[in-house]
């Protein structure tokens, strides 16, 4: 359990970590600034309001400085998510498999120090591993300046932002245990909770949510409760508590149609990135579903906090309101990311308003003082599902606008067809689900009939926890999303040891334990056709909403083509415009681009494997500009200035590729 803190001034060449270019000299142009949250601001917008690198230029960026990752931990990473922060020229992020923090010249790349905590078989054991998303700043504006993170056994650690040393006043020699801290026991090694998503510092209160395992096959047996606490940045102290399932006399607790249900569940935790407005003095909480994933048979009833954003009181943790985007949720669309704050004209009115992306790729858009819509919001009836035992809600929200950003049906209209024997095979495989709608309700599946629903966007699809971006000054949201589909069939476990649920997700005949192999032909769980994708492109795509009027104002495939959709003798002799490609992406706004990374391989026209960077016209959608990277996005970009240089840096890893934060700015002679 011994810290590794290590103050390092290193040549490039140095232990392999990282290669950096020569120093930029310093210029009488624009200021420095800084990125001091996981999107900038607290608001999550993901925008700064740049312009040094622009449609004009973007093109000929090159590689300022990179930094390896895959000696910081006992194993490389390959799927690389944080996101890093800049203050006064110095740059921090999360890092390595163990969830090292990292300070580096964000000039350079050269590393300053690094801390590390090896937790032992906490950590081994934790649901949540790698680096997670990041992590938070904080300062009281003159000495006393601070770094906050959460590792992978579920520890708050405060480190000196100067030196990488922990703060011996903040909790237990700068650690306070998040198990040790809650309402429940939570035993330190086997207790499924941990985190990915960044601490919310909101004025002097860190806020913390949790994670847990997935959920398609839930147990209630050590079934830890995803409260939400928030806790004092200078000492640790927890301030308050919000229970997420409500317990008795709290608000919401009549939701749970049987009280014994309140008591077995868990989950309902805040796994995603928060928001705050220091004005209101509220944070808004995006709480996701109680257990389990596609059985709701121990949360009867809408279940509050499920799928709900939650706004409370930053300084005692008091609900000021609530919004439940979906009522008994079978989906697994839990709210993914941080509801984006902004104020926007509304009948002639300005409005603090607060815009939620979401895995059905719905917007809603509310005023964020009273949680109340913009625009109409009613209640649609749905249809139910025929699993025994499940508890059906009979209606569901649907925003009147914006509309949809994405495909929301599984039907001839959506599905391939690339040619009409293409088309003829989709139709048939579909067949032997049920399909339908975004609330199409999962379905019992057998192998000699019906082989269960089809779930439109999937359980990843949409937006997902990198959330969106938004530009103030137009007014404008972006938000990618991807459209991928997968069954939603229930069968009873195959062990009863896999859970006490008596229907879980899963294929028929197959154990209810073991993941979906992919492969050919026409049978449960194999939603591919001739190995294409069931559903028509794009299958990645980024959407720009008009907050002003409601409205989608353009619509862009984003990503190349995949390599085997280019290559397929089906396609040979057809002209297949750009799919995009299907990912977990977000987009990064400046004063004239929006900006976002590729996800997944490809190979260019020159041969080389690996991904571009590409940037867009924020009024049009057109394309001004791609740099090459070695692999994907993996981490959401962000920006600052810097010595009058203007720099873009983001994670990309994948595949074979091992982690690495790569830096772009422009040739000297372009700036």
């Given at each position: 359990?011994?810290?590794?803190?290590?103050?390092?001034?290193i040549?490039?060449?140095?232990?392999?970590?990282?290669?950096?270019?020569?120093?930029?000299?310093?210029?009488?142009?624009?200021?420095?600034t800084?990125?001091?949250?996981?999107?900038?601001?607290?608001?999550?917008?993901?925008y700064?309001?740049?312009?040094q690198?622009?449609?004009?230029?973007?093109?000929?960026?090159?590689?300022?400085?990179?930094?390896?990752?895959?000696?910081?931990?006992?194993?490389?990473?390959?799927?690389?998510e944080?996101?890093?922060?800049?203050?006064?020229?110095?740059l921090?992020?999360?890092?390595?498999?163990?969830?090292?923090?990292?300070?580096?010249?964000?000039?350079?790349?050269?590393?300053?120090?690094?801390?590390?905590l090896?937790?032992?078989?906490?950590?081994?054991?934790?649901?949540?591993?790698?680096?997670?998303?990041?992590?938070?700043?904080?300062?009281?504006?003159?000495k006393?300046?601070?770094?906050?993170?959460?590792?992978?056994?579920?520890?708050?650690?405060?480190?000196?932002?100067?030196?990488?040393?922990p703060?011996?006043g903040?909790?237990?020699?700068?650690?306070?245990?998040l198990?040790?801290?809650?309402?429940?026991?939570?035993?330190?090694?086997?207790?499924?909770?941990?985190?990915h998503a960044?601490?919310?510092?909101?004025?002097?209160?860190?806020?913390?949510?949790?994670?847990?395992?997935?959920?398609?096959?839930?147990?209630?047996r050590?079934?830890?409760?995803?409260?939400?606490?928030?806790?004092?940045?200078?000492?640790?102290?927890?301030?308050?508590?919000?229970?997420?399932?409500?317990?008795?006399?709290?608000f919401?607790?009549?939701?749970?149609i049987?009280?014994?249900?309140?008591?077995?569940?868990?989950?309902?935790g805040?796994?995603?990135?928060?928001?705050?407005?220091?004005?209101?003095?509220?944070?808004?909480?995006?709480?996701?579903?109680?257990t389990?994933?596609s059985?709701?048979?121990?949360?009867?009833?809408?279940?509050?906090?499920?799928?709900?954003?939650?706004?409370?009181?930053?300084?005692?943790?008091?609900?000021?309101?609530?919004?439940?985007?979906?009522?008994?949720?079978?989906?697994?669309?839990?709210?993914?990311?941080?509801?984006?704050?902004?104020?926007?004209?509304?009948?002639?009115?300005?409005?603090?308003?607060?815009?939620?992306?979401?895995?059905?790729?719905?917007?809603?858009?509310?005023?964020?003082?009273?949680?109340?819509?913009?625009?109409?919001?009613?209640e649609?009836?749905?249809?139910?599902?025929?699993v025994?035992?499940?508890?059906?809600?009979?209606?569901?929200?649907?925003?009147?606008?914006?509309?949809?950003?994405?495909?929301?049906?599984?039907?001839?209209?959506?599905?391939?067809?690339?040619?009409?024997?293409?088309h003829?095979?989709?139709?048939?495989?579909?067949?032997?689900?049920?399909?339908?709608?975004?609330?199409?309700?999962?379905?019992?599946?057998?192998?000699?009939?019906?082989w269960?629903?089809?779930?439109?966007?999937?359980?990843?699809?949409?937006?997902?926890?990198?959330?969106?971006?938004?530009?103030?000054?137009?007014?404008?949201?972006?938000?990618?999303?991807?459209?991928?589909?997968?069954?939603?069939?229930?069968v009873?476990?195959?062990?009863?040891?896999d859970?006490?649920?008596?229907?879980?997700?899963?294929?028929?005949?197959?154990?209810?334990?073991?993941?979906?192999?992919g492969?050919?032909?026409?049978?449960?769980?194999?939603?591919t056709?001739?190995?294409?994708?069931?559903?028509?492109?794009?299958?990645g795509?980024?959407?720009?909403?008009?907050?002003?009027?409601?409205?989608?104002?353009?619509?862009?495939?984003?990503?190349?083509?995949?390599?085997?959709?280019?290559?397929?003798?089906?396609?040979?002799?057809?002209?297949i415009?750009?799919?995009?490609?299907?990912?977990?992406?977000?987009?990064?706004?400046?004063?004239?681009?929006?900006?976002?990374?590729?996800?997944?391989?490809?190979?260019?026209?020159?041969?080389?494997?690996?991904?571009?960077?590409?940037?867009?016209?924020k009024?049009?959608?057109?394309?001004?500009?791609?740099?090459?990277?070695?692999?994907?996005?993996?981490?959401?970009?962000?920006?600052?200035?810097?010595?009058?240089?203007?720099?873009?840096?983001?994670?990309?890893?994948?595949?074979?590729?091992?982690?690495?934060?790569?830096?772009?700015?422009?040739?000297?002679?372009?700036?």
């Open positions: 359990m011994a810290p590794l803190t290590r103050r390092l001034m040549s490039a060449s140095a232990a392999g970590l990282f290669a950096a270019a020569a120093p930029m000299p310093a210029r009488a142009a624009a200021p420095d800084d990125w001091r949250n996981y999107a900038n601001d607290l608001a999550n917008t993901r700064a309001p740049l312009d690198i622009n449609a004009d230029n973007f093109s000929q960026l090159e590689v300022a400085w990179r930094f390896k990752t895959e000696h910081l931990g006992p194993r490389p990473e390959y799927t690389y944080s996101t890093p922060l800049v203050v006064k020229g110095k921090y992020v999360t890092a390595g498999t163990r969830r090292a923090i990292v300070c580096l010249n964000a000039a350079t790349g050269e590393m300053l120090w690094m801390y590390a090896d937790e032992g078989a906490r950590g081994d054991a934790a649901p949540r591993k790698l680096s997670g998303r990041g992590c938070a700043y904080w300062s009281d504006g003159r006393d300046a601070r770094i906050l993170y959460v590792t992978p056994g579920y520890q708050m650690i405060a480190l000196d932002a100067d030196t990488g040393i703060v011996k903040f909790g237990v020699d700068g650690i306070v245990d198990k040790q801290n809650d309402d429940q026991p939570i035993d330190p090694v086997t207790g499924e909770v941990g985190l960044t601490p919310l510092v909101a004025g002097n209160t860190v806020i913390i949510g949790a994670a847990h395992l997935p959920g398609n096959a839930p147990r209630t050590r079934n830890v409760k995803g409260y939400v606490r928030g806790f004092d940045v200078r000492t640790g102290r927890r301030k308050w508590i919000f229970h997420t399932i409500p317990r008795k006399g709290e919401g607790y009549d939701s749970w049987d009280p014994k249900d309140n008591e077995i569940a868990g989950n309902t805040v796994w995603a990135q928060m928001s705050a407005d220091l004005e209101l003095g509220l944070a808004y909480l995006p709480v996701e579903l109680p389990g994933d059985s709701g048979m121990y949360r009867k009833g809408n279940a509050l906090f499920g799928e709900s954003i939650v706004a409370v009181d930053i300084e005692t943790g008091k609900r000021r309101w609530h919004y439940q985007t979906q009522h008994h949720g079978l989906w697994d669309r839990d709210i993914p990311c941080a509801p984006i704050l902004c104020d926007i004209t509304h009948e002639g009115r300005r409005i603090k308003a607060l815009a939620q992306p979401t895995k059905q790729a719905m917007l809603f858009v509310l005023n964020r003082e009273t949680g109340a819509p913009i625009w109409p919001i009613p649609v009836p749905v249809e139910a599902g025929d025994p035992g499940e508890w059906y809600a009979p209606t569901q929200p649907v925003p009147s606008k914006p509309a949809p950003y994405d495909v929301q049906s599984v039907d001839a209209s959506t599905i391939i067809d690339f040619t009409p024997e293409l003829k095979e989709a139709m048939a495989l579909i067949a032997h689900y049920k399909t339908g709608g975004i609330f199409t309700p999962p379905t019992v599946a057998t192998t000699n009939g019906s269960g629903s089809l779930m439109v966007l999937a359980t990843n699809g949409g937006t997902n926890w990198p959330g969106g971006a938004y530009d103030p000054e137009t007014q404008m949201l972006y938000a990618y999303s991807q459209n991928v589909t997968t069954y939603d069939s229930m009873p476990p195959s062990d009863p040891a859970s006490e649920f008596s229907y879980v997700r899963g294929l028929p005949g197959a154990p209810t334990n073991a993941r979906e192999v492969g050919a032909g026409l049978r449960p769980g194999v939603l056709v001739q190995g294409l994708p069931l559903m028509k492109p794009p299958y795509s980024i959407a720009a909403i008009d907050l002003g009027k409601g409205e989608i104002a353009w619509r862009i495939a984003h990503g190349e083509t995949p390599d085997d959709i280019k290559r397929h003798p089906a396609l040979k002799g057809l002209t415009p750009r799919t995009g490609r299907p990912g977990i992406l977000g987009p990064l706004c400046t004063k004239t681009l929006l900006i976002c990374g590729e996800s997944g391989f490809f190979t260019t026209p020159n041969g080389a494997r690996g991904a571009m960077l590409r940037a867009y016209d009024a049009t959608g057109m394309e001004k500009g791609a740099v090459y990277m070695p692999a994907p996005q993996t981490g959401a970009p962000m920006t600052y200035m810097l010595g009058g240089m203007q720099y873009i840096v983001l994670a990309i890893s994948g595949g074979n590729y091992a982690a690495e934060l790569i830096a772009f700015r422009l040739p000297r002679s372009a700036a």
